[in-house]
């Protein structure tokens, strides 16, 4: 149906995808799919960005898998190619763009004795001394 370079594309894109899914990156592709199927009316636009949403949350509760998830979107970006092979520059940019997670920082602060603390959440009455 495709030639080799748009196949590659369009399961690239699709990897991409899914890749940004699994790394927290749901926003990112909301964002694309939103501007990929732009062309479509505002129910077709809202059931693609309903799938993103699924299929994130599917891939978080492993009720679906990586290749389930990949192949699904395959079919739809190649179904969407072929009736508007101009977003091909776009499913392009998707399946070059790297994926990164989101950076996230954890830490722990433990503090005793007396008196406030920086750098987290104080609790109770905060009363500051007065110099003498």
Do not use: C
Request: net charge neutral; glycine share 8%.
């Amino acid at each position: 149906m495709f030639d080799a370079e748009t196949t590659a594309i369009i399961t690239g894109a699709a990897g991409s995808v899914v890749a940004h899914m699994l790394n927290g990156r749901v926003d990112a592709v909301r964002e694309w799919a939103a501007r990929i199927f732009r062309q479509e009316s505002k129910q077709q636009r809202a059931q693609q960005l309903e799938a993103v949403e699924q299929d994130a949350a599917a891939l978080a509760s492993r009720t679906a898998s990586k290749a389930d998830v990949t192949a699904r979107w395959a079919a739809v970006l190649g179904a969407y190619v072929a009736s508007h092979p101009e977003v091909r520059a776009d499913l392009l940019e998707m399946s070059a763009s790297p994926v990164g997670s989101k950076l996230m920082y954890v830490q722990e602060q433990n503090n005793s004795g007396s008196g406030t603390f920086i750098g987290g959440d104080n609790y109770g009455r905060i009363a500051p001394s007065r110099g003498k």
